[in-house]
Structure formats: C-alpha cells, structure tokens
C-alpha cells in the first residue's frame, strides 16, 4: 500500500486509539500534526513542554489510555526530560515522540542539535530510532507495545528528514499479550503462607491501581483473610477508603493506623509494589516495617522483586491475576485464627487513628527548635496547614480526581485523602518533580471531563508551573479548580534549615507582592484569596460549581502560617560540623 510516512504514521497511532497529543508546536513534526484535526487526534498546545509531559502523565493516569509527547527538536525535547522521568516513576504508558535533526546535518552541531536517544536512556523503558522510511510504522507499533508492556514511557526518535517520503508498506498487526499471573509453585506458597498466618497483612501499591480488576480481587482477598490493608506512598486510590479493613497509607505523613498494624505483622502481602523507601521508612517517629514478618512480594517487573527488602516468596506478575490465584489456594481455614479479635483490633486503631487525625491543628517543633511556635505567633488568625487540609475536605467531592505537588504542604496532606475508586489521586511520584499538581490535573480532566478535578500545590512549587495559566483558559480547554497553599516559601527546604542549619535560611523565601490569584485573574480565569477556613470550604465549593456547571477555571490562593510539618528524609540529612571554617574575607576577586 503506498502512502506517505506521515499518513502510515498517523495510522499506527489511530490503530492504537491514541487520540491526546501534549505538547508546543514545531517545524519538526508539522507534518503530522497537519493531519491530527483530519485524524481525531488533539493538540494540547501548552505553556512549557515540561508541563505537557506532565499533563499526559495526569491523562494516562486518571484514565489508562496512552498519551503522546511531542516538541521541536533539540530544546523543545530536553524540556521534557523531567515529565518523562516522572513518568518513568509513575509507571505511566506514555508515547514520547522526539523529532531528530535531520540525518544531513547530524553530528555538525547544528541548529536546535542534541543526543536525544542518549537524553532518555535511563528515562523509558524502551527507545528506537527511525533509520529507514519503510521501517517508520513497524518501530513506531514496537515503541507503543513496550510501552504498555513495562506501564512506562517509550521513545522514538525520527530524524526529520523521514517525513513526506511516500512508500510502499503493509500497516502492522496489533497484537496483544496476556500479563503474567506467576508461577504456580511460587502461588502455592504464598498462598500457604497466608493460610496459616496468625496476622496477615496486605501492602497494595500503584500495580493495583494499575491493573484491571486489582482492586476487587484484592478486597477479596482481604475479607477471605480479614486482614487489613495498606497502601504505598501516594497510592491512597490503591482500595476503596471507606473499606472497615482500610487503614491508610504508609510511608511519609501517612497514617499512623496504618504503622501500627502492620508492624504487628507475621506475613505481608505486598502487591503491585516495588516497596519504594517512602513507603517503608519511619513516621511519626514510627520504625513500623515488621523486622520479623515474611514478605510476599508481587511486582510485574522482575528487577524490582527484592530490590529494597529481603523477600520470603517473590512472585512475577499481574496484581489482579495473582490476587485471585492466591485467593484460590487459600486453606479452608484461612484467617480463621483470632479472627474476631483481628477485626476488633483494627477498629479500634483505626477509630483511634481517626479522632487524632481529625484534632492535629499544628505541627510540633524538634526539641531545640521554635520555628513552629514562631510562625503560630506571627500569623495567628492565619489557617495552619491542617486546618487548610480539614477545610478542604469538607468540600471535595468524593468522586473527585486530584493531583498534589511535591512540598511540605502538600505532604501534610498525605493521610486525609480516601477514595472509593481507583484513577483518582496523581501525586508527583518518586521523582518527586515541583510544578506537578496544575498540569496533571489538567490532563486528567481532558480525559475525564464528567469527573470534578482539584489540583493541590505549594507556592514554590505552584511558581514553576504558573505560565501554564496563559494556555489553561483558551475556549478548547476544559475547566480545572487549583488550590495553592500560599505562605511565601520553599518549606521542605525551609524545614530542612531549621532542623540541621540553625535557621540559616538561604533560598527559601518567596516573593511577598506576587498574588497568584491576580496572575489567575490577568489570564481570564477566577483568582480568589481564602484567609479562613470557613472561607477556604466555601471558595472550593463554589469554584468546583462552577467548574463543572459553568465551565470556569477558578485558583485559590489559601493563605496559611509558616508552619512546618516533618521534612521529606530525616534519615539523609545530618547536622554539618565546622572543621577548616569558611570566611568571606577569603574571597578572591576573578581575572577577567
């Protein structure tokens, strides 16, 4: 069949009903986004590709469908690199489209030049380069197969000379793969080891929420077992929140509920998670990982089996998959041991957990620091971080997606979040990228636009995505609510000073004259400043009516005290000690 490189490679991509593109417009790929309009497939034309990347991200996300990333070459491509590797981390299937130089110029240091394939190569799970026309559609279909295969990003790089060749192709079959549901011996095992434990315990990471049906077969899996259920860092949509067997998210200002009962623990099932640190290290002064429990790990990606905890059983597979073939296995009398008890003990942590949840106001000071009281007493009629998080739960939908940043605000947040469905809450990820909570949301809302979406950030961070408020209120784009905690600093850094630099606070003070919501209101969107928590409840109520009825794009500027909550690694810090000392007076002026 002849056609053009671009019609054969705009068909692969309609093969694949991949119909978003995130992304700024260039001479590099023209020739096919001249044909997205004919083809069905959507330019999302934004500020800053790194927020593209992350847009995608949130689509993929909140929906489960491939998204492209598509930009000039050379510095539109490198602008990507920090979505892509969030991505990466998110375990997001993304497409990541780089236009090459041309081959007649490469390696001539020539306009907008860059080693594109060595850029990504520890960023995506798979990369190929286009070196012959006829070959476009066959490693365009290779590339979009990895990348769901390993639920990563996959690249393919295209020197520009490729397009408008005509050739004479065959358009490749779309074959499929069943997942991996593990080994039958390693089944029988883990299933054995559950049947006779006396306190098991279920770990659910973001393969539940990324494989089809996890959810359920691991609520089943629970209730054979009446074993409780956590979940990793950031994955709090990992199992229905408000399950009697849920008991939250572990890790970094997780739930202490959470840390209590697993510690406890004889058997951990840990499904669809590589065990990242956050979702393991202390909290609350917490050293919560069972020393002597044995793990059940279940990961899709063999390298990640054992990689940061010694593991009893390890078992390659799909989370949904494995989940009911060790429910199959399990002994008639699975969980029958003080199962009564068990069930009353997680009651009770968890109603424990909840009362002191609900009644923390402020955040408490390392002993030989006063930042806290500080704060409290320079901004008292000034929300408190938990007093924000509070408010804001008043009014979120429970349907509602959101996305949150990375940030000590954002992170004080991490425990009052629950869903009843999965797909609903995009953290930034272990890559831990600032400027993520606007664009992802974003994304999320093109891609389920029936769907209330609130996006949560910091102002430092919130500050590195704010020229995507110039794309956002175009009338294609659809209407988002976002929330920024505005206390005119970097406070995961700021935190950090406190506790390990004797209040030496170089860097981590923002600008006090710039008003987010003014910058929202000169783009056309609504900016609205909330000083109080009645305020804040209200504003959100109002800004996700309007969102939803009236198509309105609203930020809200919540105004809060300085406090700080924990910092992000206790553990990877240490107070500095002074040996050569170091003095301005050594200072040398340069030679110019």
């Not at 951990?268 to 909290?283: D, H, Y």
């Not at 794309?471 to 506790?499: D, M």
Request: one cysteine or more; aromatic letters at 8%; glycine letters at 8%.
């Amino acid at each position: 069949m002849k056609m053009t490189t671009e019609e054969a490679f705009i068909k692969v991509l309609q093969a694949h009903g991949i119909q978003h593109a995130f992304g700024i417009i260039g001479s590099a790929f023209m020739p096919i986004s001249d044909l997205f309009p004919a083809a069905g497939i959507n330019f999302w034309d934004c500020a800053h590709e790194g927020s593209a990347g992350m847009m995608a991200d949130g689509y993929t996300r909140a929906t489960g469908k491939m998204a492209v990333m598509i930009a000039q070459n050379g510095p539109g491509i490198t602008n990507f690199v920090t979505a892509v590797k969030t991505a990466y981390w998110n375990h997001t299937p993304l497409l990541l489209i780089t236009p090459q130089a041309a081959n007649k110029t490469i390696g001539q240091g020539g306009f907008q030049e860059v080693e594109q394939m060595k850029l990504f190569e520890d960023m995506v799970a798979y990369q190929e380069e286009v070196r012959d026309p006829t070959r476009i559609v066959e490693v365009l279909n290779r590339v979009i197969m990895n990348a769901k295969r390993a639920s990563a990003p996959a690249q393919i790089n295209i020197p520009r000379d490729m397009w408008t060749q005509v050739i004479d192709i065959d358009l490749p079959a779309m074959v499929e793969f069943e997942r991996p549901s593990g080994g039958d011996n390693a089944i029988s095992e883990a299933a054995e080891m559950l049947s006779s434990s006396k306190n098991p315990i279920i770990l659910n990471g973001a393969g539940v929420v990324l494989s089809e049906g996890a959810i359920d077969a691991s609520k089943a899996l629970a209730e054979r077992l009446d074993a409780a259920v956590c979940v990793g860092y950031q994955h709090n949509d990992a199992f229905p929140g408000s399950h009697p067997l849920f008991a939250g998210p572990l890790g970094y200002n997780g739930s202490k509920a959470a840390m209590e009962l697993i510690t406890d623990a004889d058997v951990v099932l840990c499904l669809g998670t590589r065990l990242n640190p956050f979702s393991t290290l202390p909290g609350y002064g917490i050293d919560y990982w069972p020393k002597d429990a044995k793990i059940i790990q279940v990961d899709i990606n063999p390298d990640r089996i054992g990689l940061t905890k010694k593991v009893s059983v390890g078992i390659i597979g799909d989370a949904s998959l494995v989940a009911s073939k060790i429910l199959s296995k399990l002994s008639d009398t699975a969980g029958d041991f003080n199962r009564t008890e068990r069930k009353q003990k997680i009651a009770e942590i968890k109603s424990r957990w909840a009362q002191q949840l609900s009644s923390m106001d402020h955040e408490e000071d390392d002993s030989g620091t006063t930042w806290n009281q500080r704060a409290r007493a320079d901004k008292p009629d000034w929300m408190s971080p938990r007093k924000a998080w509070r408010a804001i739960q008043a009014a979120l939908p429970k349907e509602a997606i959101i996305s949150s940043d990375i940030g000590n605000n954002c992170a004080i947040g991490n425990a009052y979040p629950t869903f009843e469905e999965t797909r609903k809450y995009l953290a930034p990820g272990l890559f831990g990228p600032c400027g993520y909570g606007l664009p992802s949301v974003v994304g999320a809302k093109i891609g389920r636009p029936d769907v209330p979406v609130v996006g949560f950030s910091g102002d430092g961070a919130f500050g590195i995505a704010v020229n995507e408020l110039t794309a956002i209120g175009r009338e294609e784009w659809p209407a988002v609510t976002q929330i920024v905690f505005r206390n005119y600093q970097w406070g995961a850094e700021k935190r950090n000073s406190t506790l390990w630099y004797d209040d030496n606070f170089v860097g981590t003070e923002l600008d006090t004259q710039v008003s987010y919501a003014g910058i929202a209101k000169a783009c056309g969107l609504q900016g609205v400043v909330a000083k109080t928590m009645d305020e804040l409840t209200e504003a959100l109520h109002t800004a996700i009516k309007d969102q939803m009825e009236n198509g309105k794009t609203t930020l809200i500027e919540a105004m809060i005290n300085q406090e700080l909550g924990e910092p992000f690694r206790r553990d990877a810090m240490k107070k500095p000690v002074a040996v050569a000392g170091v003095s301005a007076s050594d200072m040398r002026e340069q030679v110019v």
